[in-house]
């Protein structure tokens, strides 16, 4: 009997059968065909980056989660750093993941979702930057008073560069360069931070030359579209930038954090220009004021000067009496001066006359001088001789009784020197002992002999009489 009960095993049966992996693709073709491109709105909660630079977290509400994922070289584009319990518009595609068996979002874009978090990452970020120095006032610079030329960094369509150019051309017309730029939306930062890094690039040798103020403008609007002037590469370029940049970003009210690193802010790009240059013709009559002024200063000065040479001069005597008493002098001692001179000559000459006369030729004077060089020369050859004789006469007799006193003289006269065996003179009869060798020395020669002792002593010879000698004739008289 045939039944419409499909839980029959006949029904189940006739079913085709799947395996997990082909349900799975099924899913993930159904889900990305379905759901290609989306926009979620979600609270960001257990986000981490992994190690590869793949960011992973899940965007929840108040009644279902959704897994997400940012692959790496999205991650870089997003603009901002997802982080726990941030409110955002996150764009992508839905796929399934069959591994988990889940299904999440591929980000490729996240933005912030309402005014409360944009302005919690602006108060974050602002603080960031400012523990970092940037905001701090030593790093602004002074702005010129008129600078020759100034770089304008702005949308090149719109109401603000009209308003720039028509404010400058009515206070000061200067030489302007525009710097065209988008001002909100995607790469609107990059765009604005390249404009500032390049007109500080430039160098004055450059066409166009480098500007010496810099205005980076744009006009009002919502946090979202002003947000371009809240990135970090922004505000670093403008607290990095050596020329003088001026911030005149939306309306008086709207604060943007390169206002904080720029050296001045303007509440306008209107106020921007007024700010950047002074008024013509106030400075014109302002110059004309000074000038008149400095000529009746000037004037005042020169009357006083002239009053008070005046006074003085009252005191003074009359110039022209005391030239010409000074004339009259002159002329006295001019005249004075030609008879002292004459005189003075005449009285030299007859002193020179009287001084010539008293000389004596050179001549007489010479023989004189020869006469007198040969007595003397006589004179001290007489001394030379007297002296040396005199000298050989006192050397001789110092000779002779140096000769008179020599122990050779006295061996002469009979006496004998005794030495001992090492040379040393004996004299005493106890340095010596019986058989010791001694050496005799006489007037005419040496003997070697040994002390005897113990025997009779031998008999002394009788000396005869000898014939009395002769006086030496080589030893001198004293007397």
Same mark, same amino acid.
């Given at each position: 009997?045939?039944?419409?009960?499909?839980?029959?095993?006949?029904?189940?049966?006739?079913?085709?059968?799947?395996?997990?992996?082909?349900?799975?693709?099924?899913?993930?073709?159904?889900?990305?065909?379905?759901?290609?491109?989306?926009?979620?709105?979600?609270?960001?909660?257990?986000?981490?980056? %992994?190690?590869?630079?793949?960011?992973?977290?899940?965007?929840?509400?108040?009644?279902?989660?959704?897994?997400?994922?940012?692959?790496?070289?999205?991650?870089?584009?997003?603009?901002?750093?997802?982080?726990?319990?941030?409110?955002?518009?996150?764009?992508?595609?839905?796929?399934?993941?069959?591994?988990?068996?889940?299904?999440?979002?591929?980000?490729?874009?996240?933005?912030?979702?309402?005014?409360?978090?944009?302005?919690?990452?602006?108060?974050?970020? @602002?603080?960031?930057?400012?523990?970092?120095?940037?905001?701090?006032?030593?790093?602004?610079?002074?702005?010129?008073?008129?600078?020759? @030329?100034?770089?304008?960094?702005?949308?090149?369509?719109?109401?603000?560069?009209?308003?720039?150019?028509?404010?400058?051309?009515?206070?000061?017309? @200067?030489?302007?360069?525009?710097?065209?730029?988008?001002?909100?939306?995607?790469?609107?930062?990059?765009?604005? =931070?390249?404009?500032?890094?390049?007109?500080?690039?430039?160098?004055?040798?450059?066409?166009?030359?480098?500007?010496?103020?810099?205005?980076?403008?744009?006009?009002?609007?919502?946090?979202?579209?002003?947000?371009?002037?809240?990135?970090?590469?922004?505000?670093?370029?403008?607290?990095?930038?050596?020329?003088?940049?001026?911030?005149?970003?939306?309306?008086?009210?709207?604060?943007?954090?390169?206002?904080?690193?720029?050296?001045?802010?303007?509440?306008?790009?209107?106020?921007?220009?007024?700010?950047?240059?002074?008024?013509?013709?106030?400075?014109?009559?302002?110059?004309?004021?000074?000038?008149?002024?400095?000529?009746?200063?000037?004037?005042?000065?020169?009357?006083?000067?002239?009053?008070?040479?005046?006074?003085?001069?009252?005191?003074?005597?009359?110039?022209?009496?005391?030239?010409?008493?000074?004339?009259?002098?002159?002329?006295?001692?001019?005249?004075?001066?030609?008879?002292?001179?004459?005189?003075?000559?005449? =009285?030299?000459?007859?002193?020179?006359?009287?001084?010539?006369?008293?000389?004596?030729?050179?001549?007489?004077?010479?023989?004189?001088?020869?006469?007198?060089?040969?007595?003397?020369?006589?004179?001290?050859?007489?001394?030379?001789?007297?002296?040396?004789?005199?000298?050989?006469?006192? @050397?001789?007799? %110092?000779?002779?009784?140096?000769?008179?006193?020599?122990?050779?003289?006295?061996?002469?006269?009979?006496?004998?020197?005794?030495?001992?065996?090492?040379?040393?003179?004996?004299?005493?009869?106890?340095?010596?002992?019986?058989?010791?060798?001694?050496?005799?020395?006489?007037?005419?020669?040496?003997?070697?002999?040994?002390?005897?002792?113990?025997?009779?002593?031998?008999?002394?010879?009788?000396?005869?009489?000898?014939?009395?000698?002769?006086?030496?004739?080589?030893?001198?008289?004293?007397?």
């Amino acid at each position: 009997m045939m039944t419409d009960d499909t839980s029959s095993p006949i029904a189940t049966h006739s079913q085709p059968v799947f395996s997990v992996g082909e349900i799975s693709t099924a899913l993930k073709l159904t889900v990305e065909e379905t759901f290609g491109h989306v926009r979620v709105r979600g609270e960001v909660s257990g986000f981490k980056k %992994a190690a590869s630079g793949h960011l992973y977290f899940a965007l929840k509400d108040s009644e279902a989660v959704l897994d997400g994922v940012c692959w790496r070289g999205s991650a870089g584009r997003l603009g901002l750093e997802p982080e726990d319990g941030m409110e955002v518009i996150a764009t992508g595609r839905l796929t399934t993941y069959g591994a988990r068996s889940k299904y999440q979002i591929v980000v490729e874009r996240m933005e912030l979702a309402g005014e409360g978090a944009l302005l919690k990452l602006l108060e974050d970020r @602002r603080k960031k930057l400012a523990a970092e120095g940037l905001f701090d006032e030593d790093r602004k610079q002074p702005l010129p008073f008129l600078p020759d @030329r100034i770089g304008i960094v702005t949308s090149p369509t719109g109401a603000v560069i009209r308003d720039i150019l028509h404010r400058l051309s009515d206070r000061f017309p @200067r030489n302007v360069l525009v710097w065209p730029v988008r001002v909100q939306g995607d790469g609107a930062a990059d765009e604005i =931070a390249s404009a500032i890094r390049g007109f500080n690039e430039l160098t004055s040798a450059s066409p166009p030359t480098r500007p010496d103020l810099l205005i980076i403008a744009r006009g009002g609007g919502s946090l979202e579209d002003l947000w371009a002037f809240n990135e970090e590469t922004v505000v670093r370029a403008a607290a990095e930038s050596e020329i003088p940049l001026i911030a005149a970003v939306g309306h008086e009210t709207d604060w943007t954090l390169i206002d904080y690193a720029a050296d001045v802010r303007a509440p306008t790009p209107t106020a921007a220009a007024e700010i950047a240059v002074p008024v013509r013709h106030e400075l014109t009559a302002q110059v004309m004021e000074d000038g008149v002024r400095l000529i009746a200063a000037v004037n005042r000065h020169l009357r006083e000067r002239r009053s008070t040479i005046d006074g003085l001069s009252r005191g003074l005597p009359d110039p022209k009496r005391i030239l010409e008493d000074g004339f009259q002098r002159l002329d006295d001692w001019s005249e004075r001066l030609g008879n002292s001179l004459g005189r003075g000559l005449a =009285a030299r000459r007859q002193d020179l006359a009287t001084a010539t006369g008293a000389l004596r030729p050179p001549k007489h004077r010479i023989e004189s001088g020869q006469d007198r060089i040969a007595v003397e020369a006589r004179a001290l050859r007489r001394a030379i001789e007297a002296a040396i004789k005199e000298r050989r006469s006192r @050397r001789s007799q %110092a000779g002779s009784l140096l000769e008179s006193f020599s122990y050779e003289r006295i061996l002469e006269r009979g006496f004998a020197l005794v030495s001992d065996s090492d040379g040393g003179s004996v004299t005493s009869a106890k340095q010596i002992q019986a058989g010791n060798q001694v050496e005799v020395r006489f007037h005419d020669g040496t003997h070697p002999m040994t002390v005897g002792g113990g025997g009779r002593p031998a008999k002394r010879p009788v000396k005869k009489p000898t014939k009395p000698k002769s006086p030496d004739d080589r030893q001198g008289s004293l007397l």
